[in-house]
């Protein structure tokens, strides 16, 4: 699992490292460049010309920090000072004068030819970045991206806000991005998964700074996490015991959201699932998915049938495909007035909360909630492209007033638990943007749910484990033939005898 710090959260674990351990800050800049030249040294051959473009904060530092090592490695390296010597930080000023010893002294960017090195790296603006970047350094990170030379980003690409992945103004465009220890919101959301490429998190030894479980923390799970969560399925249980799902999903005009959802309910390792759904779909889903029970209303839905189905379930998916009608809006209120059934909420379902996101607020147990952006939109009143770009705010405010596990899908999905830890997912891939992808997700949840491994957590496993069904599933069939199908016919890849983990 790999820790996610905010702007805040990071100079925190900076400056209680360095008070704590009696480090200088300029120790953790030279071990930030040492593992940066450690990594060209290995990749590229001493002859390579290498320009780092310096600002005149810390992270100006680390670049003229990396210059040196390089140079006295023996590196043809050059550096540009972007910015007066009166503007810089104490740690880069030592770091220019050290350079300045050595008989190297600043290139001036005016007529510094881009294309002319082989290497860039981008120490222009790290964490600091404080408002949107202006002329003339808007276009000098234009003339570097269409230099076409591969460029190595300091802790993040200058221009990219480390917090949301916003671009301000203007961005570096890096083909591998150092980021110093910890990652940052800002790579894996917005912008930040297309303008920061390969990215490395070098070890340059800064103290996590939790001191307990109940602090607020941002994750990203990898793929050695699993081991934990899909442990060996028990060899003595039997359909009952490895949990019922109750999907209830589809309605008179739609049928293949059912299906979707209530096969990845089964292949999650679950025993049993039942769907409940309308009359016209039980015969498409007995024939495309005979594993199924099928229980089935007409006209009118019945309160005893699907409170007998909900008694007999360990988990219940409500959503996929139900529509908006009266019936619907009334079998979701039926369904969230057992407060001790598990609930995963997705779809039509949402839609149909948002004309009353208040019912959210009645006591219940568990509940996950799966909201797309616009379903998000419709749930909190905000706009898309703020949600955007407050995709970590939003999910985590909305987790913790209304005490649910939030699913906000996008390119980047952010799970956020009532407790205040949120995940940020790094698997899947733009093949998944595909009409029923989101109906696998909420039926793995469900699955998952009714085996009751992890509750907690959960929500946050089965994205990833979603995720990475799709890169198999984008491996196999291209990210734009790939269908939702696909999805769900990589997962027992993932799961190999419900535990081993094949490599994506
Ligand atoms: N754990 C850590 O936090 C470590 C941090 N280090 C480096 O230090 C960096 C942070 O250093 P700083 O806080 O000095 O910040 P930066 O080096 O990112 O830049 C801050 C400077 O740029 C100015 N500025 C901000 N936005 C601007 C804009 N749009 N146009 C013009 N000027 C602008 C600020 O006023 C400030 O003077 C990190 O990103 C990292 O590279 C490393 O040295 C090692 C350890
Ligand atoms: N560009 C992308 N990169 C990675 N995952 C994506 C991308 N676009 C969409 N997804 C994922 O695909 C799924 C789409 O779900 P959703 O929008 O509910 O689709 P549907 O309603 O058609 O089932 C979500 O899990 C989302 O995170
Ligand atoms: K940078």
Known sequence: MKRIYTVSQAREADVRTSQLHKIPGLVLMERAALSVSDYIEDKYAKRTRILCLAGTGNNGGDAMALCRILFVRGFDVSYCLLGPESRLSESAKIQYQSLLSYGLSSLAVEETDFKSFDLIV????????????????????????????????????????????????????????????????????????????????????????????????????????????????????????????????????????????????????????????????????????????????????????????MDWADSILIGPGIGRSDQAREMLDFVLSDPALPAVIDADALNLLSEEPNSLLKPHGKWILTPHMGEMARLTGKGISWLKEHALEAAETFARDYQVDLILKDATTVTALPCGRTYLNSSGNSGMATAGSGDVLAGLCAGYLAQKINPEEVAAYAVFIHGMAGDLAAAKKGKGAMIAGDILEALPQITRDGGAIVAV
């Not at 970045?129 to 591969?150: C, F, K, M, T, Y």
């Not at 980003?153 to 980021?179: H, K, Q, W, Y």
Request: glycine share 12%.
């Open 122 to 309: 981008d120490g222009i603006f790290g964490i600091g970045l404080s408002r949107d970047i202006q002329h003339p350094l808007a276009e000098l990170i234009g003339e570097v991206n269409a230099s076409g030379r591969p460029v190595i980003a300091m802790d993040i690409p200058s221009g990219l806000n480390a917090d949301t992945g916003a671009v301000m103004g203007a961005c570096i465009r890096a083909s591998e991005t150092f980021s110093f220890q910890f990652l940052k919101p800002g790579i894996l959301l917005g912008q930040g998964r297309s303008v920061c490429g390969q990215v490395h998190l070098p070890e340059i030894g800064i103290d996590a700074i939790e001191t307990g479980a109940t602090l607020p923390v941002c994750l990203a799970l990898e793929r050695e996490d699993l081991d934990g969560f899909l442990t060996d399925r028990d060899a003595t249980g039997n359909k009952g015991s490895f949990g019922k799902v109750l999907v209830v999903a589809g309605s008179e005009e739609i049928c293949g959201a059912a299906v979707l959802s209530s096969q990845a309910a089964l292949l999650s390792g679950a025993g049993m699932v039942r769907v409940y759904t309308h009359e016209k779909n039980r015969t498409v889903i007995g024939t495309a998915f005979p594993e199924a029970l099928i229980t089935t209303y007409g006209n009118s839905w019945s309160k005893d049938e699907i409170k007998e189905a």
